[in-house]
């Protein structure tokens, strides 16, 4: 765990350095991306930016407490994550009675001029609540199972999360919340043939969405954009434009042409596209470098954590930020339908950008836990008393553990 990582002294280190370094390419491309948008709307071409790092500042401070200065087990007892639950079906709940309804879809509240977007926090919601409840069962030494209670608990509360989300309506994160869950409890290991039954559900599914005309209709576009190049496959192509037209090494930074009101969402889910366009094919491939040392990072981290809870912990994390940075990635160069997920730190997105250090602040706080524990096995087999420090985190982290 404790290990050299590449050019780092360990994994947890590597993630810090990329988290950095991805806010701050997350700045420029956020400036170049929106200020033509932001000069239009408030004469102020600095207004995303500032926000952006309003945003970060807020996020930072979670993601510093969280780190460094919270246990993670405090979050594991079934006390604190059925809290988190009820916050976040109120918040939902709450989004649906008085958000704030823009392109059709009611998905924001708005508070003192900033906007919360619970549906973010609903993901966040689901990796705490099955961590929680999925490591201990597998502490335990309890099966789990999608089919019956108690096993099924997790994934009850998170069909009600997707019900919400999908209300709103956004059935593209409402699958995200949902499909988040569902690849928790795989990897808590489900039996092979409930994972058989998902992948048969999944294919029945397809095939009845497909019976609809207009879903059809819809997919055929995704396959081919450019037939309605200047109706629904608009944005995909100007999307792909974008792209190609940065080249190997970009165009002139700031002077990529799409901001200026061709490319839709421009600086939230196609702030890829921009980033391609100005910083070329070179560019690309370094930004997704970071993303994958940044995953090998987590998937270190998870593999070398014997607490199930924080295994499980470190694993839904990772399966939601590489993920969704994945998913956009894909989305935005056409291997994926639109579904409107941003990309972690390059995409303008507030709640977003929040969730997201929070959740990597888990991730360091799973380390630093793991780190105390093997210091304090070396110790004592050493035949030397455990420092203060780590006796103090692994004994107040087992009296914080809670049976179900």
Not at 215 to 221: P, S, Y
Request: aromatic share 12%; hydrophobic share 50%; proline share 4%.
């Amino acid at each position: 765990m404790r290990e050299r990582f590449m050019l780092w002294e360990n994994p947890k280190d590597a993630i810090i350095t990329l988290m950095i370094l991805l806010m701050v390419i997350g700045c420029v491309n956020v400036f170049s991306a929106s200020f033509v948008k932001a000069e239009a709307m408030t004469g102020n071409p600095y207004h995303f930016l500032v926000r952006y790092l309003i945003y970060a500042a807020v996020g930072g401070v979670m993601f510093w407490v969280t780190a460094f200065h919270l246990n993670y087990k405090r979050m594991m007892s079934p006390r604190f994550y059925k809290v988190v639950v009820g916050v976040t079906i109120l918040l939902l709940a709450a989004t649906l009675g008085v958000g704030t309804v823009v392109n059709g879809s009611r998905r924001w509240i708005y508070i003192a001029g900033f906007s919360l977007q619970a549906s973010e926090l609903a993901k966040v919601s689901v990796i705490l609540m099955a961590a929680s409840f999925l490591g201990d069962r597998l502490q335990q030494g309890k099966r789990v199972s999608l089919l019956g209670y108690p096993s099924n608990e997790a994934l009850l509360f998170t069909l009600a999360f997707a019900a919400l989300i999908f209300l709103q309506p956004d059935m593209g994160t409402a699958t995200i919340v949902f499909a988040l869950m569902l690849g928790m409890y795989v990897l808590a290991g489900i039996p092979k043939r409930q994972i058989v039954y998902l992948i048969g559900l999944g294919v029945a599914i397809a095939g009845l969405a497909m019976m609809a005309p207009y879903r059809r209709a819809r997919i055929f576009l995704w396959l081919d954009p450019w037939k309605d190049a200047q109706g629904g496959g608009y944005q995909m192509t100007q999307s792909l434009m974008a792209i190609g037209s940065g080249g190997l090494t970009g165009l002139p930074w700031g002077q990529g042409s799409s901001k200026f009101f061709y490319l839709p969402e421009a600086h939230t889910d196609f702030a890829f596209a921009i980033f391609c366009q100005e910083w070329g094919y070179i560019g690309a491939l370094f930004l997704i470098a970071c993303f994958v040392i940044m995953a090998w990072a987590m998937v270190t981290i998870a593999m070398n954590t014997k607490d199930r809870r924080g295994y499980m912990l470190v694993a839904g994390a990772t399966l939601f930020l590489i993920g969704q940075a994945a998913a956009n990635m894909a989305m935005v160069t056409g291997l994926l339908p639109v579904i409107g997920v941003p990309l972690m730190f390059i995409s303008y997105g507030g709640t977003s950008l929040i969730a997201n250090m929070f959740t990597l602040g888990l991730i360091i706080s799973v380390y630093r836990n793991e780190s105390a524990r093997e210091t304090m096995e070396e110790r004592i087999a050493a035949g030397l008393p455990p420092t203060e420090d780590s006796r103090l985190r692994v004994v107040s982290s087992n009296r914080n553990r809670r049976p179900f």
